[in-house]
């Protein structure tokens, strides 16, 4: 480090009262604010893209889109249909295909969860939704089995953006008094979107075919993915916006290269200044090796940070045990039904069930916590009766032998299920600081499919190869949701706290302040100076 002398000073240059005022620089706090978006239109917006996502999946799973495979009798053979049919798939291949989204989804979901610590997490909502489109296209012109399977990948790697980050931004922007019945609504596009899709595949597969059923998906989608780069990018809350941050980091490195200042007879000023920023120095790939250590180490962190919050493992584990019951009965469901009631049109009954029962306790759920006031122990309260009760509900609808009683018993079971899918999302972003939210969601989601659903289905079935009892194996699965009720009955019990509004890390007391306490979408621009700092 080098001394360097600097000529001396006027003393109105070294005056206190100047230096006082020349650091009173005004600081842009927050990113560009979007002038027309309001809070109503974000959750419109997120809603049609989580629809869309959710569209797709029951496009996938739909018979219409698969098709059928080349089948033989008589010594008359069919060519077969759709996916099915041109690749020539046999079931587990078949099967393969409704899954292979998962892959992409589990591994995507922490990465965007934690790169949305160093970018914004607004824009990477545009990169994951422009991933997903460019992905559908693919299906569209995919050759094969392998071509479509791995398109499929990458359409889970861009559901995993949006699916991390959009709940954390709904629930920034929601009114106080309504924060759960905006998440129950984001939520209710899920059977919403499977049924659609279900429907939307089976036209567009027998009128036109199942490749025009992928790309009509993705020209839907363009324009929100085109409008995740154009307009101007939301802050979310608990991130410091990359204006501030580039202010703090300008600040730090002024601090950082004056080491020591000291006047000489009241008119020398003596300053001793770093020579070179070492680090410019270094090799670009030693940066780069730095950088993703950092990046590890801070996923390390805040995965660390997760798993010691009671709050949220309790929830995730309650939501896991629940989500293996759900799983099972969305893929068993109408075949059960079949077996056991004689059901013509099993996955129609169950399928109008299904959406309709969701949509209503969904949004019920929502407006039910906030009628309670939406705190973490009602939420928990809240889980833990509706699932208790809707359990007895559709254990109870197995045991009778009329369709009709079953139909009735199991439509309130459902009802009362699904109206935990606001509160348990509501627990996940409530029970974590700012910062940690798109983590906490992208765990949650990681998690809930890794021991629940997708075990589930392979397990139900294992089981009903053993006992050979369709009714004693829905049983035995609906009898899951008691541990996942007591589970969530625990959580009332635990000491939590609403972490909504705790500050986060990237903080500064004197620039973030007013940038995360005002409303992100009022279309003004916060602004911090040293001067509010001032007691």
């Not at 600097?6 to 009173?24: F, I, Q, R």
């Not at 122990?377 to 079953?406: E, H, Q, R």
């Not at 019990?493 to 409303?519: G, I, M, W, Y």
Request: aromatic fraction near 12%; proline fraction near 5%; glycine fraction near 8%.
């Amino acid at each position: 480090m080098a001394q360097q002398q600097v000529k001396p000073l006027s003393s109105d240059e070294t005056n206190p009262s100047k230096d006082s005022e020349m650091a009173k620089v005004p600081v842009s706090s927050s990113a560009p604010q979007p002038s027309w978006f309001t809070p109503k239109r974000l959750l419109v917006i997120f809603c049609i893209i989580n629809l869309i996502n959710y569209v797709d999946r029951g496009a996938i799973a739909s018979n219409g889109v698969n098709g059928s495979r080349r089948s033989c009798k008589g010594g008359t053979c069919t060519s077969g249909s759709g996916i099915q049919g041109d690749f020539k798939l046999n079931n587990f291949e078949d099967g393969v295909l409704s899954s292979a989204f998962m892959v992409g989804l589990l591994v995507a979901s922490p990465i965007f969860a934690s790169l949305a610590k160093s970018f914004n997490p607004f824009r990477l909502i545009g990169v994951g939704l422009s991933v997903w489109t460019l992905a559908v296209v693919g299906c569209g012109f995919s050759f094969n089995f392998w071509s479509i399977t791995v398109c499929r990948m990458f359409v889970g790697v861009g559901e995993a953006s949006f699916i991390s980050l959009a709940a954390p931004f709904i629930d920034d922007n929601a009114p106080v008094a309504k924060k759960t019945s905006w998440l129950s609504i984001f939520y209710m596009c899920i059977p919403t979107g499977y049924a659609v899709g279900y429907v939307y595949g089976g036209l567009v597969g027998s009128h036109a075919s199942w490749r025009w059923a992928f790309w009509g998906e993705a020209i839907v989608m363009l324009p929100f993915a085109i409008l995740g780069f154009v307009m101007k990018p939301l802050q979310l809350k608990g991130f410091s916006p990359a204006e501030s941050k580039k202010a703090l980091t300008s600040v730090e490195t002024a601090v950082s290269e004056v080491q020591e200042v000291s006047t000489n007879k009241g008119d020398t000023l003596t300053v001793k200044v770093e020579s070179a920023d070492e680090s410019s120095k270094q090799p670009f790939t030693s940066r780069n090796a730095a950088s993703n250590s950092n990046q590890f180490s801070r996923f390390l962190k805040d995965m660390k940070a997760l798993l010691v919050e009671k709050v949220f493992v309790v929830n995730v584990l309650g939501y896991i045990a629940y989500n293996f019951v759900i799983g099972a009965y969305s893929y068993w469901g109408p075949k059960a039904g079949y077996n056991i009631y004689n059901m013509t049109n099993a996955d129609m009954i169950f399928g109008g069930i299904t959406i309709i029962c969701g949509i209503l306790g969904t949004i019920g759920g929502g407006l039910i916590l906030d009628f309670m006031t939406a705190t973490i122990p009602n939420a928990f309260k809240l889980l833990s009766v509706a699932t208790f009760l809707g359990a007895i509900f559709c254990f109870a609808a197995f045991c009778f032998k009329s369709m009709y009683v079953f139909l009735a018993l199991f439509a309130i079971g459902e009802l009362l299920v699904f109206a935990t899918q606001g509160p348990v999302n509501y627990i996940c972003l409530h029970c974590v600081k700012p910062s940690l939210r798109p983590m906490s969601m992208a765990m949650s989601t990681v998690s809930i499919h890794i021991f629940g659903d997708v075990p589930s289905s392979p397990l139900v079935g294992v089981l009903q190869d053993k006992i050979n009892n369709w009714r004693a194996t829905t049983l035995i699965l609906t009898s899951i949701l008691f541990p996942a009720a007591l589970i969530w009955f625990i959580g009332i019990f635990l000491k939590s706290v609403d972490r909504f509004d705790e500050e986060s890390e990237h903080q500064a007391a004197t620039v973030a302040e007013r940038s995360n306490t005002t409303p992100l979408l009022e279309g003004k621009t916060a602004e911090t100076t040293a001067t509010s700092a001032e007691p």
